[in-house]
Protein backbone atom coordinates (compact mmCIF):
# COMPACT_ATOMS: atom_id res chain seq x y z
CA UNK A 1 0.00 0.00 0.00
CA UNK A 2 1.39 3.31 -0.51
CA UNK A 3 1.80 6.10 1.90
CA UNK A 4 -0.61 8.58 1.68
CA UNK A 5 1.60 11.41 3.06
CA UNK A 6 3.98 10.51 0.72
CA UNK A 7 1.67 10.97 -2.49
CA UNK A 8 0.40 13.98 -1.06
CA UNK A 9 4.14 15.46 -0.95
CA UNK A 10 5.50 13.82 -4.48
CA UNK A 11 2.49 15.60 -6.05
CA UNK A 12 3.15 18.64 -4.04
CA UNK A 13 6.75 18.15 -5.30
CA UNK A 14 5.72 17.75 -9.35
CA UNK A 15 3.14 20.21 -9.03
CA UNK A 16 5.97 23.25 -7.76
CA UNK A 17 8.23 21.77 -10.20
CA UNK A 18 5.59 22.46 -12.96
CA UNK A 19 4.85 25.99 -11.94
CA UNK A 20 8.49 26.64 -11.65
CA UNK A 21 9.34 25.84 -15.26
CA UNK A 22 5.99 27.69 -16.50
CA UNK A 23 7.54 31.03 -17.48
CA UNK A 24 10.49 28.88 -19.05
CA UNK A 25 7.71 27.05 -21.25
CA UNK A 26 5.75 30.23 -22.19
CA UNK A 27 8.86 32.21 -22.95
CA UNK A 28 9.99 29.87 -25.40
CA UNK A 29 6.31 29.78 -26.62
CA UNK A 30 6.36 33.54 -27.24
CA UNK A 31 9.89 33.34 -28.77
CA UNK A 32 8.54 31.39 -31.20
CA UNK A 33 5.76 33.05 -32.31
CA UNK A 34 7.86 36.10 -32.60
CA UNK A 35 10.26 34.74 -35.02
CA UNK A 36 7.07 33.48 -36.88
CA UNK A 37 6.63 34.96 -40.51
CA UNK A 38 3.96 37.37 -41.25
CA UNK A 39 0.79 36.53 -42.06
CA UNK A 40 -0.46 36.73 -45.50
CA UNK A 41 -3.85 36.97 -46.54
CA UNK A 42 -4.95 36.22 -50.75
CA UNK A 43 -8.13 37.91 -51.31
CA UNK A 44 -10.24 37.01 -54.52
CA UNK A 45 -12.53 39.46 -55.10
CA UNK A 46 -16.02 38.75 -57.53
CA UNK A 47 -16.49 41.73 -59.30
CA UNK A 48 -18.30 40.68 -61.94
CA UNK A 49 -21.88 41.99 -63.44
CA UNK A 50 -24.17 40.89 -60.90
CA UNK A 51 -25.95 39.11 -64.32
CA UNK A 52 -23.60 36.34 -63.87
CA UNK A 53 -24.05 35.72 -60.58
CA UNK A 54 -21.17 34.02 -59.11
CA UNK A 55 -17.66 32.53 -60.68
CA UNK A 56 -16.64 29.01 -60.05
CA UNK A 57 -12.75 29.00 -57.65
CA UNK A 58 -10.34 25.82 -57.52
CA UNK A 59 -7.00 26.29 -55.67
CA UNK A 60 -4.09 24.39 -55.06
CA UNK A 61 -0.87 25.65 -53.28
CA UNK A 62 2.20 23.34 -53.85
CA UNK A 63 1.28 21.18 -51.01
CA UNK A 64 -2.88 21.04 -50.61
CA UNK A 65 -5.94 21.11 -52.86
CA UNK A 66 -8.03 23.60 -51.36
CA UNK A 67 -11.68 22.72 -52.73
CA UNK A 68 -13.72 24.02 -55.13
CA UNK A 69 -15.87 27.18 -54.06
CA UNK A 70 -18.75 29.43 -55.77
CA UNK A 71 -17.81 33.10 -55.05
CA UNK A 72 -20.65 35.09 -55.85
CA UNK A 73 -20.86 38.72 -56.67
CA UNK A 74 -19.50 41.52 -54.63
CA UNK A 75 -18.07 38.80 -52.19
CA UNK A 76 -14.27 37.68 -51.89
CA UNK A 77 -12.83 34.06 -51.49
CA UNK A 78 -9.78 34.69 -48.81
CA UNK A 79 -7.08 32.38 -48.07
CA UNK A 80 -4.06 33.14 -45.46
CA UNK A 81 -0.70 31.34 -45.16
CA UNK A 82 2.42 32.12 -43.68
CA UNK A 83 4.95 32.26 -45.61
CA UNK A 84 7.57 29.55 -45.26
CA UNK A 85 5.70 25.99 -46.98
CA UNK A 86 3.80 27.86 -49.70
CA UNK A 87 5.11 29.16 -52.01
CA UNK A 88 2.90 28.57 -55.27
CA UNK A 89 -1.33 29.31 -54.79
CA UNK A 90 -2.81 28.18 -58.67
CA UNK A 91 -6.39 29.09 -59.19
CA UNK A 92 -8.73 27.59 -61.66
CA UNK A 93 -11.44 30.36 -62.37
CA UNK A 94 -14.45 29.86 -64.63
CA UNK A 95 -17.59 31.60 -64.96
CA UNK A 96 -20.81 31.52 -67.90
CA UNK A 97 -21.72 34.76 -69.52
CA UNK A 98 -23.94 35.98 -72.53
CA UNK A 99 -22.71 37.72 -75.62
CA UNK A 100 -25.21 38.15 -78.24
CA UNK A 101 -27.64 35.84 -76.49
CA UNK A 102 -25.19 32.81 -76.58
CA UNK A 103 -23.67 30.65 -74.08
CA UNK A 104 -20.03 31.33 -73.57
CA UNK A 105 -18.21 29.84 -70.72
CA UNK A 106 -14.89 31.58 -69.67
CA UNK A 107 -12.38 29.72 -68.18
CA UNK A 108 -8.77 30.33 -66.73
CA UNK A 109 -5.95 29.00 -64.48
CA UNK A 110 -3.88 31.66 -62.81
CA UNK A 111 -1.02 31.64 -60.06
CA UNK A 112 -2.42 34.00 -57.16
CA UNK A 113 0.56 34.15 -55.03
CA UNK A 114 4.21 32.92 -56.35
CA UNK A 115 6.63 33.38 -53.86
CA UNK A 116 9.54 34.68 -55.88
CA UNK A 117 6.99 37.58 -57.39
CA UNK A 118 4.82 38.17 -54.23
CA UNK A 119 6.42 38.12 -51.18
CA UNK A 120 7.45 41.56 -51.38
CA UNK A 121 5.23 42.52 -53.77
CA UNK A 122 2.04 42.13 -51.57
CA UNK A 123 3.75 40.41 -48.43
CA UNK A 124 0.63 40.58 -46.17
CA UNK A 125 -2.42 41.46 -48.55
CA UNK A 126 -2.33 40.14 -52.01
CA UNK A 127 -5.75 41.78 -53.55
CA UNK A 128 -6.99 40.25 -56.73
CA UNK A 129 -10.30 41.55 -58.73
CA UNK A 130 -12.06 39.32 -61.24
CA UNK A 131 -13.75 40.67 -63.83
CA UNK A 132 -15.13 40.08 -67.30
CA UNK A 133 -12.15 41.21 -68.93
CA UNK A 134 -9.68 39.44 -66.73
CA UNK A 135 -7.77 39.07 -63.12
CA UNK A 136 -6.50 42.18 -62.03
CA UNK A 137 -3.60 42.19 -58.64
CA UNK A 138 -3.19 44.66 -56.48
CA UNK A 139 -0.26 45.54 -54.29
CA UNK A 140 -1.44 44.99 -50.81
CA UNK A 141 -4.28 47.39 -49.99
CA UNK A 142 -3.65 49.67 -52.89
CA UNK A 143 -6.65 50.67 -54.58
CA UNK A 144 -4.77 52.16 -57.73
CA UNK A 145 -4.26 50.81 -60.87
CA UNK A 146 -3.52 47.42 -60.67
CA UNK A 147 0.52 46.17 -61.00
CA UNK A 148 -0.87 42.75 -62.93
CA UNK A 149 -3.36 42.00 -65.43
CA UNK A 150 -3.64 38.34 -66.46
CA UNK A 151 -6.05 37.74 -69.63
CA UNK A 152 -8.81 35.08 -70.21
CA UNK A 153 -7.54 32.43 -72.42
CA UNK A 154 -9.42 32.95 -75.78
CA UNK A 155 -11.75 30.70 -76.66
CA UNK A 156 -11.60 28.17 -79.44
CA UNK A 157 -13.31 29.35 -82.49
CA UNK A 158 -16.87 28.30 -82.89
CA UNK A 159 -17.34 25.22 -85.86
CA UNK A 160 -19.79 25.96 -87.83
Known amino acids: MCNPLLSKHVFLLVLCI?????PIISARNQAT?????PLTT???NNNLPIALEYF???????????GVYEIACNTAYDWSF?????????CAINFRRYP????????????MYVADRDKSRCPTNCIWNVTE??????????????????EWPKPPPQMS
Open 18 to 22: AVWNL
Open 33 to 37: LASDP
Open 42 to 44: VHI
Open 56 to 66: TIHCKTNTEDL
Open 82 to 90: RFGGVTLLT
Open 100 to 111: QGRLEDVFGVFD
Open 133 to 150: GGVYGYRDYNVGDSDISL
